[in-house]
């Protein structure tokens, strides 16, 4: 079942012409055939089309052309990132039949890379959310368990690599968007430092937090898929002017003399005892692999949630103000002026949880109110970053758990967004910062759920958590172990 | 009460870049087919993002240094919130805080005075223009509905805000004049009211002269030519001081200048004024000029109409006033340099511009860069007069001719065979001729009437429909009579 393997190792067998691209992607068609009516991780699947790329693919192996490095991959892309000629809604009824002239430029260089994309991921709507649930479509469900969530926003990118329906899957990560999900589903998820790959074709939630990133089955692909969509961007302003390193290296070298930082400020009332206790047995093994660990203090951490939703949700009202029902997407039906086909079209066109953050941004920009909130969270995201640079003056990495839980119930929490709120308060300060973070499998629950453990870097050292998220992977074989949802489905079959 | 009437203005000027703002989209969007010059960036689709043209940069800090501006090396650029139709990202990036240029002046001469009103400029700051609304005219069948034009979406521009030193409409005017003589001198703009490449926006209240109490004051808008601020603001310092010697009370507000009425009507009160919640714009990186840059664009700027205005008086030795009128217009001066580089008598050149050719040029109602005599074909007509061909008088005539037609001069005189004759022996036997037939008036001239003179010189231009030389006849004719 070549649905079940690596890109690393899909390339591999293509490039030996073991398989062809057209037995690779009818295996993944085979698998979403299976499963999808369980997981619902797509909102559109590109069927026709894949499969005509997968052929074009073989028709160059056999005239000998050159092979490009994902040949024969196949590529799930989270619904927030654009791609010429194929629906685009952002998981929200507002952009239903939005269909985008362009391509993201991460798609258009995976694309070019000969990945095969086989479909559009579910999400958040606008990424506002940590289960999918908010998606206003359909919820997406774990293939862990399909009573629970896949966490969220990216959580039909991260269902779809964990159900085995694709090889990799983009997802975009404002405020921890894909490392919660792939904690959730027990794969890697990588958000890069902000300025490291090119935001051009994802549509905007948080301008100054979204980062797109690769969500796969093991490190090496995410080291793969940086190698691709990393450096600078002329269509992207706020992308940075720096060489980009070969990361697949970093999965070449030891972790002799790394020194490893615990926040102590993590480790708090919340946090699930058996995710603090896998944590501390996968700290046990990179002690093991010659690491050095020490707890230090990010003093600020508390004030990370209160500032994300400040400054998330000021750029999100400024962001969103555009459906308006005018140019694309969703409009309303009314008689009257112009106001009101602003009112109803967004009245009816935005979910709640979209609706409640447009009103607590436009609130906190609001004359008379800016200084007191948008302008103090900023000067907070400062304080944070500062944080982070004292304590990587005395450390390579830090490691935390990714979420403080496994994967909760479907509307467990959807009522409570406080609650949902907090399933990010680990990954939420990484954004603020600016910095890159890894999520990977450290583990199991008593239940068999995944359990994430998050690996923070450097601004601009993807290198180092990649080596250290590798060294890991490993050495355990936890990643070895499948989700149930095959056996899920064959049951639900017979019965 | 003495009233002072205290203006200020803020002037939206087009930067003619080639490309747009943030895009690859040209500038050269007027009489383009709607939404043709647009690209998912200046239509605001999702997922687009602005990348900042540095050629803007380049034309506003000209701009910058040419008003006397610090050009400040970190600016921002923010964000402007606001729902509407011309707008497709539901903001304008903008410039708040920290405007590329600051602190600048200008100076306009003073009215019937030969000094020198010094106007301040608070802040130059860029930012991309919006769409345009068209509404259907009643008997379409699209009257039900308003359309939007994207075309103009993401103009770069430069808002020029003054501080509040004009006194009168008048003084407004002149600014505005002078800023449209500056800009074309700059290259930056056209600097055309009436097709909105330069648009002008005032805020005006009235001062107690012996209290130094500042009124209310309120915002004018639509005031699309330069005669239009000039009445506009006139109503409008009429209509307050009306008000106050009344006891009425002026509210803060937007009014609109209504062209057809001749007045000033309300557009929006105070309360219903925008809450534009400004934020830094995450998309763009602060803006930074090293100042290399800025020396290399100081080095670099053209000549402005207060040093070509000298330099006219100094190379051409024209008077002041010669100078003043042809060098208040880039069009203008160009034309005449052009002219001056092949015809060196200065001041008749100037006379023939600022009479003949502008009197054609405002008859026409058209501009002196579409005129269909160019500087040389000017220059040639010059030369036929002072070789003799044409007189003075007639190559008035051809001109006008030339004006209608864009014929050039020589091809004229040709057709219509109106040389100069310059056979003298003919010339001689027609002034015999005139003496013969004009006894009476030989005799008065004799007696001392200058007047009949002018009376037999005028018998043989009429003989010759005007193609005798004047000064010729003259000398000739008081040589025979004495």
């Known amino acids: 079942m070549f649905n079940q393997l690596t890109a690393g190792d899909i390339v591999s067998l293509i490039k030996k012409r073991e398989i062809s691209a057209c037995e690779v992607t009818n295996d993944i068609f085979k698998q979403i055939d299976r499963v999808e009516n369980n997981v619902k991780a797509f909102l559109y699947i590109n069927r026709e089309n894949a499969i005509e790329q997968a052929k074009s693919i073989d028709d160059k192996i056999r005239r000998g052309e050159e092979i490009p490095i994902l040949a024969g991959v196949a590529l799930t892309v989270k619904d927030i990132l654009a791609v010429r000629g194929m629906e685009t809604t952002c998981g929200s009824k507002i952009l239903k039949g939005f269909v985008p002239p362009y391509s993201a430029t991460v798609v258009r260089a995976l694309r070019e890379a000969g990945a095969i994309i086989i479909g559009k991921a579910n999400m958040d709507e606008f990424a506002m959310g940590s289960s999918t649930e908010n998606s206003a479509f359909y919820a997406t469900c774990n293939p862990w368990d399909t009573e629970r969530v896949p966490g969220g926003s990216s959580g039909g990118s991260a269902a779809a690599v964990a159900a085995d329906e694709t090889h990799i899957a983009l997802g975009t990560d404002t405020g921890g968007s894909i490392r919660q999900p792939a904690s959730f589903c027990g794969i890697v998820g990588l958000k890069p430092t902000y300025g490291r790959v090119s935001r051009y074709g994802l549509i905007a939630y948080a301008s100054s937090l979204d980062q797109i990133g690769p969500m796969t089955k093991d490190v090496k692909d995410a080291a793969i898929m940086m190698n691709i969509i990393s450096g600078q961007d002329k269509k992207d302003a706020t992308s940075a002017n720096l060489k980009v390193p070969d990361y697949l290296n970093a999965c070449r070298e030891g972790l002799k003399g790394l020194k490893i930082g615990i926040p102590r400020e993590y480790f708090i009332e919340g946090l699930d005892l058996e995710v603090k206790k896998t944590i501390e047995q996968s700290l046990k093994i990179y002690e093991k692999l010659g690491a050095e660990i020490s707890e230090v203090s990010l003093p600020h951490t508390e004030y990370s949630l209160p500032a994300y939703y400040l400054i998330a949700t000021a750029e999100a009202s400024s962001n969103l103000a555009r459906y308006d029902g005018v140019q694309y997407g969703y409009r309303a039906k009314v008689d009257g002026d112009i106001s009101s086909l602003y009112q109803k079209t967004r009245s009816e066109g935005f979910g709640n949880e979209v609706k409640r953050r447009i009103m607590l941004g436009t609130y906190a920009l609001s004359s008379g109110y800016y200084d007191d909130y948008y302008l103090k969270a900023q000067k907070v995201r400062t304080l944070i970053r500062e944080d982070f640079n004292n304590v990587f003056e005395k450390c390579d990495v830090l490691i935390t758990p990714t979420a403080p839980t496994p994967a909760f119930k479907l509307s467990e929490k959807i009522n409570d967004p406080l609650t949902m709120y907090l399933s990010d308060i680990y990954t939420i300060p990484i954004n603020l910062a600016g910095i890159p973070a890894i999520s990977i499998n450290c583990g199991y629950s008593r239940t068999n759920l995944p359990i994430g453990m998050q690996i923070i870097g450097k601004s601009f050292d993807e290198e180092t958590i990649i080596r250290v998220a590798y060294n890991f992977e490993q050495y355990s074989d936890i990643r070895k172990q499948k989700s149930p949802i095959n056996i899920f489905v064959a049951k639900e079959n017979v019965e | ?482």
């Open chain 2, 1 to 482: 009460m003495k009233e002072l009437i205290v203006i200020g203005l803020e002037v939206h000027v087009q930067l003619m870049t080639d490309a747009k703002m943030f895009c690859h989209c040209s500038t050269n969007y007027i009489g383009k087919k709607p939404n043709t010059n647009t690209c998912p960036v200046c239509l605001g689709l999702p997922g687009s993002l602005p990348v900042l043209n540095r050629k803007v940069i380049e034309y506003a800090v000209r701009l910058g240094l040419a008003l006397n501006c610090k050009v400040n090396r970190v600016s921002k650029f923010h964000r402007k919130n606001y729902f509407y139709p011309d707008l497709p990202k539901a903001y304008q990036i903008s410039q708040f805080d920290m405007p590329l240029n600051t602190n600048g002046h200008v100076d306009i001469p003073k009215e019937n005075v030969k000094e020198k009103r010094r106007i301040g400029i608070t802040r130059i700051h860029i930012e991309e223009d919006a769409g345009k609304l068209i509404h259907e005219e009643a008997s379409s069948d699209l009257s039900h509905c308003s359309l939007v034009d994207y075309n103009r979406c993401g103009i770069p521009l430069a808002e020029i805000v003054t501080e509040p030193d004009f006194r009168s409409p008048e003084e407004a005017r002149v600014f505005l004049m002078k800023l449209r003589n500056i800009v074309q001198h700059l290259g930056v703009c056209d600097g055309n009211m009436e097709e909105g490449s330069m648009r002008c926006d005032a805020n005006i209240s009235i001062k107690d002269a012996k209290t130094g109490k500042l009124g209310t004051k309120t915002e004018v808008k639509n005031m699309n030519s330069f005669k239009s601020v000039k009445k506009a603001l006139d109503f409008e310092a009429k209509r307050q001081i009306k008000m106050l010697k009344d006891g009425e009370k002026i509210v803060q507000e937007t009014r609109r200048w209504d062209e057809e009425r001749q007045m000033t009507v309300t557009m929006r009160g105070k309360e219903e004024a925008h809450d534009y919640r400004y934020f830094p714009e995450p998309d763009l990186p602060p803006l930074k000029i090293d100042s290399k840059m800025i020396c290399n664009i100081k080095y670099n700027l053209p000549e402005l109409p207060d040093d070509r205005k000298k330099r006219f008086l100094e190379d051409y030795k024209l008077p002041e006033y010669d100078a003043d009128i042809l060098t208040s217009s880039k069009t203008m001066g160009d034309f005449y340099e052009q002219a001056a580089s092949e015809y060196k008598k200065n001041k008749i050149l100037s006379n023939w511009i600022m009479g003949e050719l502008m009197r054609c040029i405002n008859e026409e109602k058209t501009d002196i860069e579409k005129s269909p005599i160019s500087p040389q074909n000017l220059v040639e007509l010059l030369k036929l007069v002072d070789k003799g061909t044409i007189s003075g008088k007639m190559a008035k005539d051809v001109f006008e001719k030339m004006f209608r037609t864009g014929k050039k001069a020589a091809q004229i005189i040709k057709e219509e065979g109106i040389t100069q004759i310059t056979d003298k022996n003919q010339l001689v036997e027609m002034i015999n001729k005139v003496i013969k037939e004009n006894p009476k008036s030989v005799n008065d001239y004799k007696k001392g009437n200058e007047k009949a003179l002018n009376f037999l010189i005028g018998q043989v231009m009429r003989f010759t429909r005007g193609r005798a030389n004047p000064d010729f006849v003259f000398s000739t004719m008081k040589k025979m009579l004495e």
